[in-house]
């Protein structure tokens, strides 16, 4: 089975308290949902038309799991709280195997 991947890529934060408000719900959600996080923050060299503001990478065993987690519950009262504080490219993606 092949994992599924949060990958996050921040083009603007506007309000860094909604954003720690959405932080600390997400955290939960993505714990409870199974989720690893492999990249937050850090350093980023962005190449073509890549931004750079934040990037955030989750792992999770299955596709399946990392769709489900986002659909879930918790992570939509997470979403709600971050609000239009960000502008962001939030994909999920299939593994290799």
Do not use: C, N, P
């Not at 949060?6 to 720690?20: F, G, N, P, T």
């Not at 931004?51 to 987690?69: G, L, N, P």
């Amino acid at each position: 089975m092949s994992k599924g991947y949060w990958v996050s890529v921040y083009r603007s934060i506007s309000d860094q308290e909604k954003l720690a408000a959405y932080d600390k719900l997400a955290r939960l959600a993505v714990k409870a949902g199974g989720g690893r996080v492999l990249v937050r923050g850090g350093r980023v060299a962005a190449h073509d038309a890549g931004i750079a503001e934040r990037t955030i990478v989750i792992e999770f065993d299955s596709f399946e799991q990392a769709a489900a987690t986002r659909e879930s519950a918790a992570y939509q009262e997470a979403l709600v709280a971050l609000g239009d504080a960000v502008e962001r490219d939030f994909r999920i993606v299939e593994g290799l195997g």
